[in-house]
């Protein structure tokens, strides 16, 4: 036995509890890390609930991404023990990050920019690794763009506007609440505007002086999207990131057609570890430049977890974190 710990566990269908673990193997291509906080997002009410299409039969650990400390590590790792590492969990295995410790899968991990708090660290693999598949990797956004990002205040969406403004966009952040639109705002976005407007795009379309947006971020899905699309330039798009409302988008293909913009589906599970690397080497420049970092709302206990998962049909603005250890 390598270590044992705590961990909050899916042990049916809406029953959550926590745990006492051994980690006794290391899975290849995995780091044992001492958790020291952990990054939440809406996928945690989807797995609790049934609802995750990977995750089908319980038990299973719940939480994708950490920051930490190596305890272990496989044959021929590029990290070593009792570096602070971030990165994603080895949750599509059943092992979560809402633990004491987690498997972390390597060519999912990075070390933590200087500059980063744990806090900022365990929040920060996710959203922005989904950001910078969508946004650079499939949208192929270009500075001097203007970018909409629907849902900018949630833990997809804010980190989709730091992204955005770091390689040179301006940013259009759409959201619901007030203190969620100043969310956004403080995020980086340029401008901002309330999905509850009369009409979406009218708004969209005078903040570019007519000209349309270039690209859509969209985590959201429904009504918003296919509000927002009207807004789309000639040679425009609109990248699906996520379906928070778990309302489809419905597109018109002679809209596309006649008004020559496309759509693109962003999923970020399946890539090569060499590309797995480079993304991280990528976002890590960026980080240790100033120029990202994870815009973290709530801070939770860890024995708080039940209630933070229980909250995420609303969740608060900002990427919620839970603190594991010190």
């Known amino acids: 036995m390598l270590v044992e710990g705590n961990a909050w566990r899916v042990v049916a269908f809406g029953d959550v509890r926590l745990e006492r673990l051994s980690y006794d193997q290391m899975p290849a291509g995995h780091l044992l890390v001492r958790v020291r906080t952990a990054g939440a997002g809406m996928p945690d009410a989807m797995m ?19 920051c930490g400390d190596v305890v272990a590590v496989g044959e021929g790792s590029r990290f070593t023990v009792g570096e602070r590492i971030m990165g994603i969990t080895a949750f599509l295995l059943g092992w979560g990050g809402y633990a004491e410790y987690a498997y972390v899968r390597e060519q999912s991990a990075g070390r933590v920019p200087t500059r980063f708090s744990d806090e900022q660290a365990g929040g920060f693999s996710i959203g922005f690794r989904t950001a910078y598949h969508a946004l650079v990797e499939r949208a192929q956004i270009r500075a001097g763009e203007t970018v909409v990002v629907l849902g900018a205040a949630g833990s997809s969406g804010v980190t989709a506007v730091r992204l955005a403004k770091a390689l040179g966009a301006t940013v259009i952040g759409v959201a ?13 976005a340029d401008d901002v505007v309330s999905h509850h407007v009369d009409d979406l795009a009218a708004e969209l379309g005078a903040l570019t002086g007519g000209r349309g947006v270039d690209l859509i971020h969209d985590a959201v899905g429904g009504p918003a999207a296919e509000a927002a699309i009207k807004a789309l330039g000639r040679n425009g798009r609109i990248v699906l990131a996520g379906l ?26 399946g890539h090569a570890p060499e590309y797995d690397v480079a993304v991280w080497d990528r976002l890590i420049d960026l980080a240790e430049k100033g120029l990202l ?33 010190d």
């Open 176 to 188: 619901g609440s007030d203190e969620k639109l100043a969310f956004a705002r403080e995020a980086g």
């Open 244 to 269: 928070a409302s778990g309302q489809p988008v419905k597109l018109d293909p002679l809209d596309m057609l006649g008004r020559n913009w496309g759509a693109l589906g962003a999923l970020n599970f």
């Open 48 to 66: 609790v609930a049934g609802q995750f299409p990977v995750l089908s039969t319980p038990p299973f650990g719940l939480g994708e991404e950490v």
């Open 293 to 325: 970092d994870t815009p973290v709302g709530r801070v939770w206990a860890f024995d708080e977890v039940p209630t933070m998962i229980a909250g995420q049909g609303s969740p608060p603005p900002g990427k919620s974190v839970v603190r594991v250890a």
